[in-house]
């Protein structure tokens, strides 16, 4: 609204000719065509989207005029610029949007660098005013990576750094040595600068890749790229095979878009901290709780985004395993108090920091291969992590051998100054984290204050080099100057195949957990239902989430929903959001929502939570359906027809007592978030997919975040430093809560769900065969005493996951799984360990050791073989020290709340001595 009256008054003085073309000129700065732009104003911008509504640019190249005309075709009255390269459009600005100063909207617009197009998650807004001659697509940018290499007549070619044939540090060398001094300081910040001596143009090393390519410039001849569900889907598949191809489909999609010049190379994916606590805000972007689980879809996730079968020699696309380490909060205020990742100190035990924390990162490092880390923002123990040289140079470059990059998070070397005051002056600051091994800084801290540092004597010339070798050993390794290969003839063709829609699609599908399946509810049969009523919060959840690290043009520029996939099955279907959003209490739409209930044959209940409830930067406050939303389930179940079906689309897990409880409530399906993949969904709903996915977090109750902080980083259960969260006094006058333990492996009460479960359509038993026999006596430990006396020898506090891989099983397992019932289907096996004194002494009550999804037809067996590791004998004493653990050991396979539900189970017990 506050846009309009200036903008009314200069088209009345224009059309009136009151003014001069001179005098328009100055209180319209920008003119451009049939498109004029003035009082641009700078808003926070967020996945939600202050606009309403998805990137409408589908060029090469932005400007302010450019977004007001397609907004204008749109007939939307208001346009936004973002992110230089971004436009959006709106009918009016969101009530909650927060003002920023106009500096805040300081970024160039691609091709017309001459204006400002708002900035990261900063949007520049203003009034649609358009008339006359269209204005044309602004020129493309140059791409985005040019090879001064390739051109055999021009001045780089003859130079050792062009020379393939030679050592890759002989040529890393060379280059860094053809940099100025200017050149060096501006090549440690995220937008590096050009190379005269290299001929090289400006590089960032910042893209995204969570679900799908989400960096880089759009074009109009690329069909958008494709948009895969979030890992918290995709990790409830427990399907290694999966997590490989996924990755390998947008490593190889982020490789054709670089062919045509419009991304980069170094995409800063996936996130690998655990889903420790269910209101972090970006639980969304991660495969679950559990540390091993998340180091297998990390090594799976990197070898196949990074690794091309077609050059063994060269990295496809650079995956980078973050945020290292402990980054597990995002912003809370409690007792009137607030954290947030900026300036929080996580005090974690080195117990916890070793087996829990860290154990995804040196998976992604050690079997992963990753070629790039990223530093959190956080402290560990009072350090911040971009200054902390135990983590990058000591633990990751010593122990684990990275070979690869480090970047902080986005202005995370600033905080270790301005945030957690770590440093008394900006050039210590760039002393510590160049030190610390952080090779780039995501931000301008370091490339404002390094000159002033090296003057101080604080750093020298060695220090930059040291830090710009290793980032121009990965761009070496990403064959920017290396003649043409296979990696640069992956056509444009790739994005949005055909594959990679399917792919997309069966990555859902496999992700769906069965929760509840009474009385045979689901599969549904499309020709014995006339009409479905859609009905919930989430029924359309598709756009408003699709670009949250993650594509915002999706293949086809489609943004399917779960509606959608349901009428594929039965054409009369209907929907209705019930409750305006997830977190509203306003009922008033909930008659009519009843209504529908009452006229369909059957109901399909969309509910959860969106973004709105928790992201980057903001962690929910809550663990339990809205007040609004159990209205809604209520009161639509009690009139529904038949059974309902409920599908929750959420990634902070739930309390689901009441639905679990309600007779009215026929199945559950939880499908985690889908993104633009939702209508896959409904091939699980309607039997085409039989589900075979499992919870990747443990279900609490609510009363859960009434204990215990989530300031509190403990793994283990005991007091907590922390008030408990539902008290409503000064922190000084309230209780300290209790921590009940995190994750299934320490989480000491009554969870409503347990990790790992799931049901299917079909009936499953398990028959466990052991290597070891029973009357043989105990199996000895000494082969893992002999690993942890070398450990220590070499003065490692991680034993090699590479090393241990090499090693042959103590006990294996053979699990012949046998479909009992009538469904062909596919089964996830999970293996779980239950260690002596499981419970006591901080050893974990049971660790997963192993995992394998398997397809079996009805009536058929197949085999299964799991093993636990060396690790899996050992535990983490107070200390962080591992040591030997003697004694019994139950090793269980599956999950035993499922088997009263038909599907498989069994234990064994082993002594080891």
Same mark, same amino acid.
Request: proline letters at 7%; aromatic letters at 8%; hydrophobic letters at 35%.
């Given at each position: 609204?506050?846009?309009?009256?200036?903008?009314?008054?200069?088209?009345?003085?224009?059309?009136?000719?009151?003014?001069?073309?001179?005098?328009?000129?100055?209180?319209?700065?920008?003119?451009?065509?049939?498109?004029?732009?003035?009082?641009?104003?700078?808003?926070?911008?967020?996945?939600?989207?202050?606009?309403?509504?998805?990137?409408?640019?589908?060029? @090469?190249?932005?400007?302010?005029?450019?977004?007001?005309?397609?907004?204008?075709?749109?007939?939307?009255?208001?346009?936004?610029?973002?992110?230089?390269?971004?436009?959006?459009?709106?009918?009016?600005?969101?009530?909650?949007?927060?003002?920023?100063?106009?500096?805040?909207?300081?970024?160039?617009?691609?091709?017309?660098?001459?204006?400002?197009?708002?900035?990261?998650?900063?949007?520049?807004?203003?009034?649609?005013?358009?008339?006359?001659?269209?204005?044309?697509?602004?020129?493309?940018?140059?791409?985005?990576?040019?090879?001064?290499?390739?051109?055999?007549?021009?001045?780089?070619?003859?130079?050792?750094?062009?020379?393939?044939?030679?050592?890759?540090?002989?040529?890393?060398?060379?280059?860094?040595?053809?940099?100025?001094?200017?050149?060096?300081?501006?090549?440690?910040?995220?937008?590096?600068?050009?190379?005269?001596?290299?001929?090289?143009?400006?590089?960032?090393?910042?893209?995204?890749?969570?679900?799908?390519?989400?960096?880089?410039?759009?074009?109009?001849?690329?069909?958008?790229?494709?948009?895969?569900?979030?890992?918290?889907?995709?990790?409830?598949?427990?399907?290694?095979?999966?997590?490989?191809?996924?990755?390998?489909?947008?490593?190889?999609?982020?490789?054709?878009?670089?062919?045509?010049?419009?991304?980069?190379?170094?995409?800063?994916?996936?996130?690998?901290?655990?889903?420790?606590?269910?209101?972090?805000?970006?639980?969304?972007?991660?495969?679950?709780?559990?540390?091993?689980?998340?180091?297998?879809?990390?090594?799976?996730?990197?070898?196949?985004?990074?690794?091309?079968?077609?050059?063994?020699?060269?990295?496809?696309?650079?995956?980078?395993?973050?945020?290292?380490?402990?980054?597990?909060?995002?912003?809370?205020?409690?007792?009137?108090?607030?954290?947030?990742?900026?300036?929080?100190?996580?005090?974690?035990?080195?117990?916890?920091?070793?087996?829990?924390?860290?154990?995804?990162?040196?998976?992604?490092?050690?079997?992963?291969?990753?070629?790039?880390?990223?530093?959190?923002?956080?402290?560990?123990?009072?350090?911040?992590?971009?200054?902390?040289?135990?983590?990058?140079?000591?633990?990751?470059?010593?122990?684990?051998?990275?070979?690869?990059?480090?970047?902080?998070?986005?202005?995370?070397?600033?905080?270790?100054?301005?945030?957690?005051?770590?440093?008394?002056?900006?050039?210590?600051?760039?002393?510590?984290?160049?030190?610390?091994?952080?090779?780039?800084?995501?931000?301008?801290?370091?490339?404002?204050?390094?000159?002033?540092?090296?003057?101080?004597?604080?750093?020298?010339?060695?220090?930059?080099?040291?830090?710009?070798?290793?980032?121009?050993?990965?761009?070496?390794?990403?064959?920017?100057?290396?003649?043409?290969?296979?990696?640069?003839?992956?056509?444009?063709?790739?994005?949005?195949?055909?594959?990679?829609?399917?792919?997309?699609?069966?990555?859902?599908?496999?992700?769906?957990?069965?929760?509840?399946?009474?009385?045979?509810?689901?599969?549904?049969?499309?020709?014995?239902?006339?009409?479905?009523?859609?009905?919930?919060?989430?029924?359309?959840?598709?756009?408003?989430?699709?670009?949250?690290?993650?594509?915002?043009?999706?293949?086809?520029?489609?943004?399917?929903?779960?509606?959608?996939?349901?009428?594929?099955?039965?054409?009369?279907?209907?929907?209705?959001?019930?409750?305006?959003?997830?977190?509203?209490?306003?009922?008033?739409?909930?008659?009519?929502?009843? @209504?529908?209930?009452?006229?369909?044959?059957?109901?399909?209940?969309?509910?959860?939570?969106?973004?709105?409830?928790?992201?980057?930067?903001?962690?929910?406050?809550?663990?339990?359906?809205?007040?609004?939303?159990?209205?809604?389930?209520?009161?639509?179940?009690?009139?529904?027809?038949?059974?309902?079906?409920?599908?929750?689309?959420?990634?902070?897990?739930?309390?689901?007592?009441?639905?679990?409880?309600?007779?009215?409530?026929?199945?559950?399906?939880?499908?985690?978030?889908?993104?633009?993949?939702?209508?896959?969904?409904?091939?699980?709903?309607?039997?085409?997919?039989?589900?075979?996915?499992?919870?990747?977090?443990?279900?609490?109750?609510? @009363?859960?975040?009434?204990?215990?902080?989530?300031?509190?980083?403990?793994?283990?259960?005991?007091?907590?430093?922390?008030?408990?969260?539902?008290?409503?006094?000064?922190?000084?006058?309230?209780?300290?809560?209790?921590?009940?333990?995190?994750?299934?492996?320490?989480?000491?009460?009554?969870?409503?769900?347990?990790?790992?479960?799931?049901?299917?359509?079909?009936?499953?038993?398990?028959?466990?065969?052991?290597?070891?026999?029973?009357?043989?006596?105990?199996?000895?430990?000494?082969?893992?005493?002999?690993?942890?006396?070398?450990?220590?020898?070499?003065?490692?506090?991680?034993?090699?996951?590479?090393?241990?891989?090499?090693?042959?099983?103590?006990?294996?397992?053979?699990?012949?799984?046998?479909?009992?019932?009538?469904?062909?289907?596919?089964?996830?096996?999970?293996?779980?360990?239950?260690?002596?004194?499981?419970?006591?002494?901080?050893?974990?009550?049971?660790?997963?050791?192993?995992?394998?999804?398997?397809?079996?037809?009805?009536?058929?067996?197949?085999?299964?073989?799991?093993?636990?590791?060396?690790?899996?004998?050992?535990?983490?004493?107070?200390?962080?020290?591992?040591?030997?653990?003697?004694?019994?050991?139950?090793?269980?396979?599956?999950?035993?709340?499922?088997?009263?539900?038909?599907?498989?189970?069994?234990?064994?017990?082993?002594?080891?001595?």
């Amino acid at each position: 609204p506050h846009l309009g009256p200036l903008l009314n008054n200069l088209d009345k003085m224009a059309r009136g000719r009151a003014l001069s073309l001179a005098v328009l000129a100055v209180l319209v700065p920008q003119i451009f065509a049939g498109c004029t732009v003035s009082n641009i104003q700078c808003y926070a911008d967020d996945a939600n989207r202050i606009l309403g509504h998805s990137n409408m640019n589908p060029a @090469a190249g932005e400007s302010n005029e450019w977004c007001a005309q397609l907004c204008h075709n749109n007939h939307l009255p208001i346009a936004g610029t973002e992110n230089g390269i971004e436009c959006y459009c709106g009918t009016s600005i969101r009530p909650d949007a927060k003002k920023l100063d106009i500096s805040k909207c300081n970024m160039g617009c691609k091709g017309h660098d001459s204006e400002k197009c708002g900035g990261d998650w900063t949007i520049s807004v203003f009034a649609v005013n358009c008339s006359g001659s269209p204005v044309p697509p602004p020129p493309p940018p140059p791409p985005a990576l040019i090879n001064p290499c390739l051109d055999a007549s021009g001045p780089y070619a003859k130079l050792p750094f062009c020379n393939a044939t030679l050592p890759i540090e002989a040529r890393v060398k060379d280059a860094v040595s053809r940099m100025t001094m200017d050149e060096k300081i501006s090549n440690l910040d995220t937008g590096a600068g050009s190379i005269v001596g290299l001929g090289l143009p400006p590089y960032n090393w910042w893209s995204e890749a969570t679900h799908g390519v989400a960096s880089g410039r759009s074009d109009t001849t690329v069909n958008g790229r494709t948009n895969f569900a979030f890992p918290i889907t995709t990790g409830m598949s427990f399907n290694r095979s999966l997590w490989f191809v996924t990755g390998a489909q947008i490593g190889r999609e982020a490789r054709a878009l670089m062919n045509r010049g419009d991304v980069y190379s170094t995409f800063w994916a996936p996130v690998i901290n655990l889903a420790r606590e269910p209101r972090w805000g970006r639980n969304i972007e991660t495969p679950g709780e559990d540390p091993y689980l998340t180091g297998q879809y990390a090594k799976e996730f990197v070898k196949g985004f990074q690794e091309a079968p077609e050059d063994p020699e060269h990295i496809q696309a650079s995956a980078c395993c973050k945020h290292y380490v402990a980054n597990s909060m995002e912003a809370t205020t409690q007792q009137g108090v607030n954290w947030n990742r900026h300036t929080f100190n996580a005090d974690i035990s080195m117990q916890d920091l070793v087996d829990s924390y860290m154990f995804p990162f040196q998976a992604c490092v050690e079997q992963g291969k990753v070629s790039g880390l990223m530093c959190s923002y956080n402290a560990v123990n009072g350090v911040p992590s971009c200054a902390n040289s135990w983590l990058g140079e000591t633990v990751a470059r010593g122990e684990w051998g990275f070979d690869g990059y480090i970047t902080s998070d986005c202005d995370a070397d600033g905080d270790v100054f301005n945030s957690h005051h770590y440093t008394a002056t900006p050039e210590e600051t760039v002393r510590d984290v160049l030190l610390a091994g952080t090779d780039v800084d995501c931000g301008s801290f370091v490339g404002k204050n390094a000159a002033s540092a090296l003057q101080k004597g604080l750093i020298t010339e060695a220090d930059m080099d040291a830090r710009l070798e290793k980032l121009f050993r990965v761009r070496m390794r990403l064959s920017h100057f290396d003649p043409v290969g296979p990696l640069q003839k992956i056509p444009i063709e790739t994005v949005c195949s055909d594959y990679a829609l399917s792919l997309s699609l069966d990555g859902t599908a496999q992700g769906c957990v069965l929760l509840k399946n009474d009385a045979a509810a689901l599969p549904l049969k499309a020709s014995s239902i006339s009409q479905v009523a859609v009905i919930g919060p989430n029924a359309n959840l598709s756009q408003s989430i699709a670009g949250y690290y993650g594509p915002h043009n999706p293949c086809n520029n489609s943004f399917p929903t779960l509606v959608d996939g349901i009428a594929s099955y039965v054409s009369n279907t209907v929907s209705a959001l019930g409750v305006p959003s997830v977190s509203s209490s306003d009922m008033s739409q909930i008659p009519a929502a009843v @209504a529908m209930a009452r006229k369909a044959d059957l109901v399909v209940l969309v509910v959860g939570t969106d973004l709105s409830w928790s992201r980057e930067g903001h962690d929910a406050t809550s663990i339990e359906f809205s007040e609004g939303q159990q209205a809604l389930i209520g009161n639509v179940t009690a009139a529904a027809k038949t059974p309902v079906i409920l599908v929750t689309l959420t990634a902070t897990p739930l309390d689901l007592t009441s639905v679990l409880q309600n007779p009215k409530i026929g199945a559950i399906v939880h499908a985690g978030q889908p993104s633009v993949t939702a209508p896959a969904v409904a091939d699980v709903l309607f039997g085409k997919k039989p589900p075979a996915g499992r919870t990747v977090q443990t279900i609490l109750p609510a @009363a859960y975040a009434d204990q215990i902080s989530i300031w509190d980083f403990g793994m283990r259960p005991g007091p907590s430093p922390f008030p408990r969260p539902d008290c409503t006094s000064a922190p000084a006058q309230c209780p300290n809560g209790t921590n009940p333990g995190r994750t299934h492996r320490f989480y000491t009460g009554k969870p409503v769900l347990p990790f790992g479960y799931g049901l299917s359509y079909t009936q499953f038993k398990y028959t466990p065969v052991s290597s070891a026999q029973d009357d043989a006596g105990p199996v000895s430990l000494d082969r893992v005493r002999a690993m942890l006396a070398d450990n220590e020898a070499k003065g490692r506090t991680f034993p090699s996951l590479t090393a241990l891989d090499a090693e042959a099983p103590l006990i294996s397992y053979a699990i012949n799984v046998t479909n009992t019932g009538t469904v062909d289907s596919d089964d996830a096996v999970l293996g779980f360990v239950v260690p002596p004194g499981a419970g006591t002494n901080g050893v974990p009550l049971q660790s997963l050791y192993g995992f394998d999804r398997v397809h079996v037809r009805a009536g058929q067996t197949v085999t299964v073989n799991l093993y636990p590791s060396l690790l899996d004998f050992t535990y983490v004493n107070a200390a962080g020290k591992r040591e030997v653990l003697a004694g019994d050991y139950t090793f269980r396979f599956g999950v035993k709340e499922t088997q009263m539900h038909g599907q498989g189970y069994a234990e064994h017990r082993v002594q080891f001595a």
